[in-house]
C-alpha cells in the first residue's frame, strides 16, 4: 500500500513534454531551420546578382576607357593623305582600286542602312615602352646649323632597338620622330633605323621615336574568339580584352564633310550641320553620321572632328533567382537599340534569351587630339 502511494506520489511529481508537444517543438523547430536556409540562399543570390551587376558595369566602363584613351590619340599627327605617306597596317580606305592610309577607319557594320550587328573601328597610334631603354634618338639629327640637313638614318641606343623589336618593329614599319614626322624603316642597324626617304628638319639627342601601330576595336561575339567561355566580348588586334561585351556603336562629327548649306565649302573649326534639323544653331548630336564608307570625298576619314562611342556590356550568367528554385526572370525590358543598332533585327534574337541577362550603357563624345 505504501509503495503504490509512493509511486503515484513521485509520477504526480514529474515534469516533462507529451508526444504532441514534442511534434509541435519539432515542426516549430524545424520550420525555423527553413525559414534560417531561405534566407541564406536569398541572401547568397542576391549577392550573386549584386556582383554581377557591379562586374557589368565595370566593364563597359573598363571597354570605354580603353576606347576613349586610344580614340584622343587616334593618328597622332599621322597624315595619310600625304603623298608617299606610308600605310600603317591595315589602316587604309578603298575607293575602287585606289587604297591611301589614314589615321582613323570607321567600320560600320552597315555602311548604307541600320546595323544588324557591333560597329568596328581602326585607328592609328604610337607604341613607347622605356622597358630596357627609352626609345629616343641617341644623338642629334639634322645637322647643327641654322638651315637643317636632310637625314634618313635616326641613331638609337642598341638595346631599344632591340626592344622595339620585340615590340613588332620590323622592316616596313612606321616610326613617328616626336610625334611630328612618320616615315617607313628600311633597314634596322644593330644602333640605328634607316628611314624610307630622307627628313629636312633638326631634331635633338632625345627625341622620343615612336613605333605606329594600326589597332581595330571590335566585339567577339563567339567563345573561340573571347577564350573565356564567354560570348561577348571587346576586341583589340584580336585579342579579348574585356569580357561581356556586346556591342559598340560610334557616330562621327565632321568639318568638312559636307558642303550642303548651310555649311560652308571649306571647313571652318564648327561640326558640319548634317540633319537640316537646326540650321540656325549649333549643330546637335543629331548631326553626328553613323551611315558611311568614309571613303569618299568629302566624306574622308581626315575631317572627322568627333567620336560618340556607346558601349553595351551584359552580365555573364543568368540569374538564377532569389528562391532555392532556379527561375529566371526577365531583366531587361526590350532590346538595348543603340545609334542605329536594334539588336532585334539581328539574325538569331531572340527575346526570351535576350530578357534574361541585365545590361548596362555607357554613352562618350571623344574628340580625337591629333585629327
Not at 515534469?15 to 514534442?22: F, Q
Not at 547568397?44 to 576607357?65: G, I
Not at 556603336?249 to 550642303?260: L, P, R, V, W
Request: aromatic share 4%.
Amino acid at each position: 500500500m505504501k509503495t503504490d502511494q509512493a509511486t503515484r506520489y513521485h509520477r504526480g511529481c514529474e515534469a516533462g513534454m507529451t508526444l504532441i508537444e514534442l511534434m509541435i517543438a519539432a515542426a516549430v523547430g524545424l520550420g525555423v531551420i527553413g525559414a534560417a536556409l531561405s534566407m541564406l540562399v536569398m541572401s547568397q543570390k542576391a549577392t550573386t546578382v549584386n556582383e554581377q551587376v557591379v562586374e557589368t558595369q565595370q566593364n563597359v566602363r573598363v571597354a570605354m576607357e580603353m576606347l576613349a584613351r586610344d580614340l584622343r590619340l587616334a593618328s597622332y599627327n599621322y597624315v595619310g593623305n600625304v603623298p608617299g605617306a606610308p600605310t600603317v597596317g591595315t589602316c587604309s580606305v578603298t575607293n575602287g582600286t585606289f587604297s591611301r592610309p589614314v589615321g582613323l577607319r570607321p567600320v560600320d557594320q552597315n555602311p548604307t542602312g541600320a546595323d544588324t550587328g557591333p560597329d568596328s573601328i581602326a585607328m592609328v597610334v604610337p607604341l613607347l615602352t622605356d622597358v630596357v631603354t627609352p626609345w629616343v634618338l641617341s644623338a642629334n639629327v639634322g645637322g647643327t646649323g641654322i638651315d637643317p640637313v636632310p637625314f634618313n638614318a635616326l641613331p638609337i641606343a642598341a638595346a631599344a632597338i632591340t626592344d622595339m623589336v620585340s615590340q613588332g618593329l620590323a622592316v616596313g614599319s612606321v616610326v613617328s620622330i616626336g610625334g611630328g614626322v612618320a616615315k617607313a624603316v628600311s633597314t634596322i642597324g644593330a644602333t640605328s633605323l634607316t628611314l624610307s626617304s630622307s627628313i629636312d628638319g633638326k631634331f635633338p639627342a632625345g627625341t622620343p621615336v615612336y613605333l605606329l601601330q594600326c589597332v581595330t576595336y571590335a566585339v567577339g561575339t563567339t567563345t573561340a574568339a573571347c577564350g573565356t567561355g564567354s560570348t561577348a566580348c571587346l576586341t583589340r588586334n584580336g585579342v579579348p580584352l574585356v569580357d561581356g561585351i556586346e556591342d559598340i556603336q560610334f557616330s562621327y562629327g565632321c568639318d568638312g564633310c559636307s558642303t550642303a548649306a548651310p555649311n560652308p565649302l571649306s571647313p571652318d573649326g564648327v561640326l558640319d550641320e548634317i540633319d537640316g534639323a537646326n540650321t540656325t544653331s549649333p549643330p546637335s548630336i543629331n548631326d553626328f553620321v553613323t551611315n558611311s564608307a568614309w571613303n569618299l570625298p568629302p566624306m574622308s576619314p581626315e575631317t572627322i572632328k568627333q567620336v560618340q562611342i556607346s558601349v553595351v556590356g551584359r552580365q555573364m550568367t543568368p540569374d538564377q533567382g532569389f528562391g532555392e528554385r532556379y527561375t529566371s526572370g526577365a531583366n531587361t525590358s526590350g532590346p538595348v537599340v543603340m545609334s542605329d543598332h536594334n539588336p532585334s533585327a539581328d539574325t538569331g534574337y531572340d527575346a526570351s534569351t535576350y530578357s534574361k541577362l541585365r545590361r548596362r550603357v555607357v554613352t562618350r563624345v571623344i574628340q580625337p587630339r591629333n585629327m
